[in-house]
Every structure is written in C-alpha cells, then in structure tokens.
C-alpha cells in the first residue's frame, strides 16, 4: 500500500475535519484515534475520500504507514494529552520527522515543549488553529510557531488547506516556539470580547428600544453590509432567524443564559495582565462569562436589587439603531486595539518578530473573528509596521472618531437602565484614559508618597523622589 503524506491523531470534531479536508486536498492521511471506535466510526464516515486515508491503531503502526521524513498532526485536547501522545510518539520518530500540535495549547506548554524537544532528531510545531469544525473542514486560518526549516517543509500542505482570501492562503509562520499558539490565545481574546459586546448591544436593542429578537435580526443582517461586516456579525443575525421547533419561540428565548469558556479568553486576559498591558474589553468579557456562569446567585442579587421601574429610551428608533451600529464599531476596534497590543508586547518579550500585517492578513477569513475591518488593519500595518497602536493609524481613528459618541450614547442607555455593557463601557474606559494627555495618576502618586515615601516625578522639575511636605499622619 502506499505510504500516507502526513499522519494525524485524535479524531474528535476537529481532527476529523481536518483529516477529510487534508484529503480533499490530495494528500494521502495516517490516522489514529486513542480508541479504535473513534478510528472505525471516522473511516465509515469517510465516504468518497475513504481510500485518502490509512486507518492506524497504534502509534507505531501510524508512525510505520507515513512517507519520511513525516509530518504528524496531533489534535487533542490541550495540556496532558499533548505531552502524553509525544511521549509515546517519540520513541518511533526519526531524523527530519515533524510533530505539529495543532490544538489549543497553552503557548506557555508549546515554549516548553519546543525547547524540551530540540535536542531529538524530530521537530515540535505548536500550530494555532482557527475557525471550528466548519474552518477544519473547509479551510481554517492557520497561525505556525516553527523553526523556518520545519516551516518550509510543511507550508505546501498547509497552503493547500488553508482558508483563502483573494486567492490568498490564510497561514502564515508567526515565529518558532509558541509563537503560533501566542497568536491564536490573542485571536480567542478579541473573540470574546466581540461576542460579548453584540450580545450587550443586543439587550440594550431589546431593553431600551422594544426591538424584538426578529426584528434584531433583520438589522444585524443589514449590518453586516456595512463596516461591521464580519462572521459574528452574520452568524448572530443568523442565529437570531432561528426559531426552536418545540416551543415555537426564537431560540435565543429558550438557550440557557450560562456561557461556557475553554479557557483561552482567560489565557489572553492574564498574558495581558503579565505584560502590563490593558486589555479591559477583553477581561470584562471573560468575567461576564464567569458571571453568567453564576446563574442561582444571580437569581438571589437581582431579588434583592429588583430591576428599574422606568427605562429610557430613544425618542427615534432609528437614532438608537444607528448608535448600536456605531457601538459595536468603536467597541470592536477597541477589542482589534487591545488584542494588537498585547500580541505586540508578548511578541517583544519572547523574543518574536511577530508580523502584525500578516496576523491581520490571516484572520481575514477561516477564522471566528473573521471581519471586513482586519483590512483595514493590515493596510495600516503596511503602512506602518511599527505601529505602537491601532488607534494611531489613520483611517482607524476616522471610524473610531466617528463611532465613539454613538457608543457614548448606548453607554449611558444602558447605564441608566441598569443594563449590563461591562466589556463595552470597559473598553470605552480604556480608550478614554489612553487618549489623556494628562490622567488622575497624579492622585495616586500623592496617596502613594503620603503612606509610603515611595516618592514622585514634578511636572515643573527634572529628576525623580521628591516628596510631599505631607502632615502628621504621612509616612
Ligand atoms: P474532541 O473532544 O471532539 O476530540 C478530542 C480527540 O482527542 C478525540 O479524538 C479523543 O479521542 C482524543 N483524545 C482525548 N484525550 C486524549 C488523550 N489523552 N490521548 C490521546 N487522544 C486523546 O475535541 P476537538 O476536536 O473539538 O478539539 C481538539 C483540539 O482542537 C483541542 O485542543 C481544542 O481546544 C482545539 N480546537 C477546537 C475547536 C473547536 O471548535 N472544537 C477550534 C479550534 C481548536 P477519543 O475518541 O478516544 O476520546
């Protein structure tokens, strides 16, 4: 029998998808699932592309049915299973042979691994990817941490795979180590905070301007016309379409109000924290996840703070509906803004040239946070690429400009209607401090001198650790 091009373990959503797409593209596929029931069930699914793939059932047999040198994809859960399935690996590759982890590892593991792993005769790959089962099948936006010799022998499959944009393949090699699970931590970390903050323009559309769940449906549509064109955008109006067959009610009426989390919104927020960068969208769209999570004592506060009696509201319908649009706007590029600059700052500290045009080049399809706007982005890293934020480039301050007094407006809508906006107003607090020429900080260096003697800059003088002629009580 021939020998397979490439070799993929675990067969789970992802990894089946990915094994048919790799077939589709006329590579022959090794597979191998932990247990052989996973195995069995993937080749009776295989349908016209059955004879692609070599079905394996252990390590050594997959290991044995691929051409050398081999490129091995593992796509399983992160954390422990990686490292058990390279043990395992391990004592069967030999000189040139590639193990790509291609789950959503911990850039933290994929570092260690890459380093651990040097001195074998095979390669580690940590590949980011993005764009769930449909993207894995279809073509997903690909985000490489390799050695650029390991990247040049598996870019023509990963090419081939890919998502496109303009006939432009969305991979790209973001750097060695984990400088492709770094990528894709961020990508998560943006996605959050878009996701959260349609759904709190959605409750503001419905709290504050009566609009029901079809007719936000319809605008979200319309929307995706225009600047905020993108996957979320799309699939929100979709899945706000979608009536539940058994209640006859919209299905976002019947769907729990718990969401789940994996883990890497949280991983971008701390990476955030640890760079000493501010990413408040982001973490206030990782709390409200936590917060959600807390259904039965959010049942309990909200009887003791039972909802306001009286709600603003827009005189013009219109007007509120363009102010959503122009908050979702300004809201996403501060989610873009933040994202950037912790990629920047993680990127300088590891070491990573990271190619910020690239990044933006490759999320332009395949991936979750796909959106019309990263070219906007990835023109301004071209014009620029040591751009220090995304809200110094030119035409990204224009439509921040002209979107931030709409999400004023939506802000105070939902402030004053207790209606929850905390990765919007989070985010807005951010930009708003960013763009003082002088903050308050002047307050906290004053408190800080006072109870500390830990000392102070003047404004009017050169130098450092002057102190306060604080009264008695001072430290
Ligand atoms: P699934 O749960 O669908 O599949 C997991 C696969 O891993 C199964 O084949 C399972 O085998 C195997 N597996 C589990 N534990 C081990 C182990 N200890 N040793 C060997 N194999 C094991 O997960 P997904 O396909 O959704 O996810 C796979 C990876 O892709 C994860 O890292 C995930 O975070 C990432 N990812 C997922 C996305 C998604 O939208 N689902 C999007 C992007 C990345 P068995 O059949 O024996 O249980």
């Not at 596929?29 to 059932?57: S, W």
């Not at 449909?134 to 990247?151: D, H, K, L, T």
């Not at 699970?181 to 709190?200: P, R, S």
């Not at 990044?359 to 990263?374: E, K, T, Y």
């Amino acid at each position: 029998m021939t020998q397979a091009d490439i070799g993929l373990v675990g067969l789970g959503v992802m990894g089946a998808n990915l094994a048919l797409n790799i077939a589709d593209n006329g590579y022959k596929v090794a597979v191998y699932n932990r247990t052989a029931e996973g195995t069995q069930a993937f080749m009776e699914k295989a349908g016209h592309l059955k004879d692609m793939f070599i079905p394996c059932y252990s390590s050594e047999e997959l290991v044995a049915n691929i051409k050398a040198p081999r490129p091995i994809i593992l796509m399983v859960p992160a954390g422990a299973p990686v490292d058990q399935q390279i043990s395992v690996l391990r004592e069967h590759l030999k000189d040139g042979d590639i193990l790509i982890d291609a789950g959503n590892s911990d850039f933290h593991d994929s570092n260690r691994r890459y380093k651990e792993l040097a001195d074998t005769p095979f390669t580690f790959v940590g590949m980011g990817v993005s764009g769930g089962a449909e993207g894995a099948r279809f073509g997903p936006s690909i985000m490489v941490g390799a050695s650029e010799a390991a990247y040049g022998r598996i870019e023509p499959i990963l090419k081939a795979i890919s998502a496109k944009h303009n006939d432009e393949p969305c991979v790209a090699l973001m750097g060695p180590e984990g400088a492709g699970h770094f990528v894709k931590t961020l990508h998560n970390g943006i996605e959050y905070a878009d996701m959260q903050m349609i759904a709190e323009v959605h409750e503001v559309m419905t709290k504050s301007l009566g609009l029901s769940i079809e007719e936000q449906a319809k605008i979200f549509s319309k929307w995706n016309e225009g600047p905020l064109a993108s996957y979320l955008i799309e699939i929100t109006a979709n899945v706000m379409g979608v009536i539940d067959e058994e209640s006859g009610k919209p299905i976002l009426d019947i769907i729990l109000d718990t969401a789940g989390q994996k883990g890497t919104g949280r991983w971008s927020a701390v990476e955030a924290h640890l760079l000493g960068v501010p990413a408040t969208g982001i973490d206030a769209a990782v709390a409200a996840r936590c917060m959600s999570a807390s259904r039965s004592l959010r049942q309990e506060i909200a009887e003791v703070y039972p909802q306001l009696d009286e709600t603003l509201s827009w005189e013009e319908k219109q007007e509120g509906i363009d102010a959503c649009e122009s908050a979702l706007i300004a809201g996403k590029i501060a989610a873009y803004a933040e994202g950037f600059a912790v990629l920047a700052a993680g990127g300088k500290e590891n070491g990573w040239d990271l190619p910020m045009g690239d990044i933006a080049r490759i999320w332009r399809q395949g991936c979750i946070i796909r959106s019309r706007f990263l070219d906007e982005i990835a023109q301004s890293y071209d014009e620029n690429p040591t751009l220090e934020s995304l809200y110094l480039a030119p035409t990204i301050a224009e439509r921040m400009k002209d979107a931030v007094p709409g999400l004023r407006e939506v802000l105070c809508m939902g402030i004053s209607n207790a209606i929850p906006t905390p990765a919007l107003s989070s985010a807005l607090g951010s930009f708003d401090m960013i763009r003082q020429k002088r903050t308050a900080a002047y307050v906290i260096q004053g408190q800080r001198d006072f109870f500390g003697q830990h000392g102070f800059e003047r404004t009017d003088k050169d130098g450092s650790g002057y102190h306060g002629p604080w009264p008695a009580g001072g430290a």
